[in-house]
């Protein structure tokens, strides 16, 4: 079964600084994954997702992921945070069903919190 | 679009009584999908549905709980008889045939319920 593994429960960063977010997954089958945002008091939202294209992958806000295959990881970036930028981040594998839809399996989560 | 969503914010019940959530999804999506998120267990997928039928119900926590999709825009969660061990944050997602493939789901605000 696939399964995702997020180091680092929180994450504190000064603002201007580099954000790392760290995903690790386990996959018997090439995945997707897929990193989601939650804000506060809000529902998830797409940051991006690797879909076996470019393993550099660009997303909203700045933030960017790339896939190593050699690792199994797929570690989230931004060059320079920003206050805005705290919330909770969610990495997710895609785990296929008999049903034929590809079930997302979400890892615990990494809350980063930004300070000046 | 307004996106996908969900009605109460907060529910607060006492243990006994019953407890419906609702969702509405986003229109043209026809892929549903409810999660539970607690600290203890992170975000779980409950049920999901297709086409108004339910594909998958194995993430139904036991008989308490029931979900329904009586058409393309309506869905409800059912807790029935509620306990403390509920008290969660419920959210609604939906997903186009598209967006399926790739796992893109669009998530509501989500309830959150507390139980005494």
């Known amino acids: 079964a696939q399964s995702v593994t997020q180091l680092g429960s929180h994450v504190s960063v000064s603002e201007g600084a580099l954000v790392l977010l760290r995903c690790n997954y386990s996959s018997s089958v090439p995945p997707y994954l897929f990193w989601y945002v939650q804000y506060p008091n809000q529902g998830l939202q797409l940051l991006l997702k690797?879909?076996?294209?470019?393993?550099l992958v660009k997303g909203i806000n700045g933030f960017e992921a790339e896939f190593k295959k050699s690792e199994t990881s797929f570690h989230l970036t931004k060059p320079s945070a920003h206050m805005s930028d705290a919330a909770e981040y969610f990495c997710?594998?895609?785990?296929?069903?008999?049903?034929?839809?590809?079930?997302?399996?979400f890892g615990a989560g990494t809350r980063l919190a930004v300070h000046p | 679009d307004a996106g996908v969503i969900q009605s109460p914010r907060h529910e607060v019940t006492e243990m006994g009584q019953e407890v419906t959530l609702r969702c509405k999804p986003i229109s043209g999506h026809d892929y549903l999908f409810w999660y539970r998120q607690t600290m203890m267990r992170g975000l779980e997928l409950l049920i999901y549905?297709?086409?108004?039928?339910?594909?998958?119900d194995s993430g139904m926590p036991e008989d308490r709980f029931s979900a329904k999709m009586p058409n393309a825009s309506f869905s409800t969660l059912k807790i029935q008889p509620s306990e403390p061990r509920d008290s969660a944050v419920y959210f609604c997602a939906s997903s186009s045939p598209v967006q399926v493939t790739y796992n893109e789901q669009f998530f509501g605000p989500g309830t959150r319920l507390t139980v005494l």
């Open positions: 549905f297709n086409n108004n039928v339910p594909i998958d």
């Open positions: 997710a594998v895609s785990d296929p069903d008999p049903g034929g839809y590809n079930k997302l399996i």
């Open positions: 690797y879909t076996s294209a470019a393993t």
